[in-house]
């Protein structure tokens, strides 16, 4: 019988534990903006995302304008060359690549003239911080 009585004591004896919380209310935190986080080229993106250019490294794929040769599709490049991938027809699977380099357009086998537009890139001693 004492056997039982004390076994149950200390069960209550663990189930007395508390969780020691503080009382700080978790209103007033939040999480840092991603901006304050970052540095370099993650930053000098981010910055430019929040001043309305979200490309800022020409990432994105664009359309093919008129791709004649006086009016070439415009290819935005950080550098002298860039490899550029041309869908040909639209039901077409494949994507057909290019090099492409500054002062010299170039013409896709499916007739589409191309030209590169060079763009001064950012400074990498000069990021921010
Ligand atoms: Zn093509």
Same mark, same amino acid.
């Given at each position: 019988?004492?056997?039982?009585?004390? *076994?149950?004591?200390?069960?209550?004896?663990?189930?007395?534990?508390?969780?020691?919380?503080?009382?700080?209310?978790?209103?007033?935190?939040?999480?840092?903006?991603?901006?304050?986080?970052?540095?370099?080229?993650?930053?000098?993106? =981010?910055?430019? *995302?929040?001043?309305?250019?979200?490309?800022?490294?020409?990432?994105?794929?664009?359309?093919?304008?008129?791709?004649? *040769?006086?009016?070439?599709?415009?290819?935005?490049?950080?550098?002298?060359?860039?490899?550029?991938?041309?869908?040909?027809?639209?039901?077409?699977?494949?994507?057909?690549?290019?090099?492409?380099?500054?002062?010299?357009?170039?013409?896709?086998?499916?007739?589409?003239?191309?030209?590169?537009?060079?763009?001064?890139?950012?400074? *990498?001693?000069?990021?921010? =911080?």
């Amino acid at each position: 019988m004492s056997r039982v009585v004390s *076994k149950s004591l200390s069960l209550l004896q663990s189930g007395r534990r508390s969780l020691h919380v503080s009382a700080v209310s978790a209103a007033k935190q939040t999480m840092p903006d991603p901006i304050e986080h970052a540095t370099g080229l993650e930053k000098y993106e =981010l910055l430019a *995302k929040q001043a309305g250019n979200d490309d800022p490294f020409f990432l994105k794929a664009c359309a093919r304008g008129p791709g004649t *040769k006086a009016e070439p599709t415009i290819v935005n490049a950080m550098d002298t060359y860039r490899s550029v991938g041309c869908v040909c027809n639209e039901e077409d699977t494949n994507i057909k690549w290019m090099w492409l380099c500054e002062g010299a357009p170039k013409r896709c086998a499916c007739g589409y003239w191309f030209e590169l537009k060079v763009h001064a890139a950012p400074d *990498k001693y000069s990021l921010p =911080l």
